[in-house]
């Protein structure tokens, strides 16, 4: 069966989160908070990212959220883009450069793939979500000059043997008189060995058909995504960390309503999540439906603790399926009720329902195969070293503004070191 992209629609009904908005917010005591915790309007939280104060928008339309009450920082938009999830706000697993090198790869060899812009990254992307096994080997005559260029100056390659900035501005300096790109030998005399992992085939978001196989695929892909935002944006991870524990503690429920329509009495059943229990979710679902339809029965006809994060995945699996009524956009049609209730039971009898947790990976250090995406983020530990000055006020719990004008520090800097604190 085909996955119908298009015609996927986000519930607004849901706590859970459009792409790109921010939906944690700072307390006083510094820790996260969720926007489904706070009343619309003026917050006491502050941006995680810049100490900025927030709004909380709880509209109609829109998925609820937090808006910055004045400027909106740059970092927070990176940050959400970076915690859109796989298989809850997208359902494209990879990116269009990640999927164009896996597709290849699946048809050619390693060496017989025509490199393009932005593979190698693509390649260290797929390797840091553990669907790429790589191997590196470099020529007999990079290796000579490795080793010569060390002898030289230590300071010309890092821990990985890749040209540093040192030696790359040698080759600036040059450049008037030897057209010599230091970055492209790197590339040229080095040969990148890749073979897909099993994960990659076992996981496929079109080869999972029933709730238990859309569980463990989205373990695989959350964790994926937290490993590959470790690599390139660890300071986002917790935000992500933390939309991901929101979406755990969802419970999934299975409804079935029998209702007048236009005289016509129709059954429906509705898939959806939850953190309540499914006797109040079924009360409130019934008093809205009473505004658009008399509703003659109403009854749960499933329910399976902490399984809710797959609900995206079922809507989207499910669209053909869809039951349209009004505004509702989680009732489907009757038929597909006993595959369904068959499903539930099946989850509801593996013990082992908890809520989703992802392993925090500190360790992860993967090799760069190019050196010039761009200034590496720093890493907390860096960031809290760096500023000691601004780690000591705030230890005083003075305000990010206060911190800011004694150490004549940028407020975003203070806000990115207090981050890092917290984590
Ligand atoms: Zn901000």
Known sequence: MVLLIESYEISRETLLEKTMYLNFGINEKGEWQHVSTVNSGQTALVCPFCGGALLAKKGQVNAHHFAHQFDTCLESVEAAKAATLPTVDKFEMLNAKEQKYMDRRERYSSNNIYSFTGM??????????????????????????????????????DDEYYPTENLLAIGDALRGFINIDIKDIWLKQTRLTTSINKCYHQNKLNKQHTISDFLSAQTFWLQAHYDKQCRLNPEYTKLISKKIEALSTQHLYLFKFKAVIDHNEVTFIKIGMTTRTAEERLSEVTCDLNKHVKVLKA?????????????????????????????FKELFNIEIESQLVEQFEVINKQSSLTPLKIRRNNSIKLPSYKKDSGRRPKTRKELINEYPEIVELLKLNLSIREVARQTGRAKNTVQRVRSALLY
């Open 299 to 327: 009854e749960v006809l499933s329910y399976a603790k902490y399984a809710g994060r797959v609900e995206p995945l079922l809507h989207h699996y499910y669209a053909k399926d869809r039951f349209y009524l009004a505004t």
């Open 120 to 157: 190698y990254d693509a390649i260290s992307d797929l390797e840091a979500m553990g669907l790429l096994k790589v191997e590196k080997s470099i020529s007999q005559e990079l290796s000579q000059c490795q080793n010569m260029l060390a002898g030289i100056d230590p300071t010309f390659l």
